[in-house]
C-alpha cells in the first residue's frame, strides 16, 4: 500500500521559506515520478514542481520557477520542496503526488497522493 506523507507546512510571512517533505513507502520508489501539487480554496488543483527519482530532472510550474526547488534523498525515499520567497498567492494545501505515468505537473498523471500540508502566507 503506497503511503506518502507530507510535514513542513506552516505560516510565514512574505519574503520567507518553508521546506517541505513527503516522505514514501509501500512502492518502488526509485526510478518514479512525484510531483508536488497546491490547492488554495475555491481553486483547481495545480501542479508545482515534479521530479523523476532515477535522474533527479525536475521541472516547475512557471508561478514558482526561479523561488522553489525539488530535492531528494533516495536513502530515505524523501522527496522535499524548498520555497523561498513566498508570496501570499502561494497560500493553499500542497499535496505530494506519486506513481506518476510522466513526470509533469498534470493531476490525472498520478495515482497516488497524500493527505496534504497547509501553507499559509501572510502580507
Known amino acids: 500500500q503506497v503511503q506518502l506523507v507530507e510535514s513542513g507546512g506552516g505560516s510565514v510571512q512574505a519574503g520567507g521559506s518553508l521546506r517541505l517533505s513527503c516522505a514514501a513507502s509501500?512502492?518502488?520508489?526509485?526510478?518514479?515520478?512525484m510531483g508536488w501539487f497546491r490547492q488554495a480554496p475555491g481553486k483547481e488543483r495545480e501542479g508545482v514542481a515534479a521530479?523523476?527519482?532515477?535522474?533527479?530532472?525536475?521541472i516547475f510550474a512557471d508561478s514558482v520557477k526561479g523561488r522553489f526547488t525539488v530535492s531528494q534523498d533516495n536513502a530515505k525515499n524523501t522527496v522535499y520542496l524548498q520555497m523561498n520567497s513566498l508570496k501570499p498567492e502561494d497560500t493553499a494545501m500542497y499535496y505530494c503526488?506519486?506513481?506518476?505515468?510522466?513526470?509533469?505537473?498534470?493531476?490525472?498523471?498520478?495515482?497516488?497522493w497524500g493527505q496534504g500540508t497547509q501553507v499559509t502566507v501572510s502580507s
Open positions: 521530479i523523476y527519482t532515477g535522474s533527479g530532472s525536475t
Open positions: 503526488a506519486a506513481e506518476g505515468s510522466w513526470c509533469g505537473l498534470e493531476a490525472q498523471e498520478y495515482n497516488s
Open positions: 509501500g512502492y518502488t520508489y526509485s526510478s518514479n515520478c
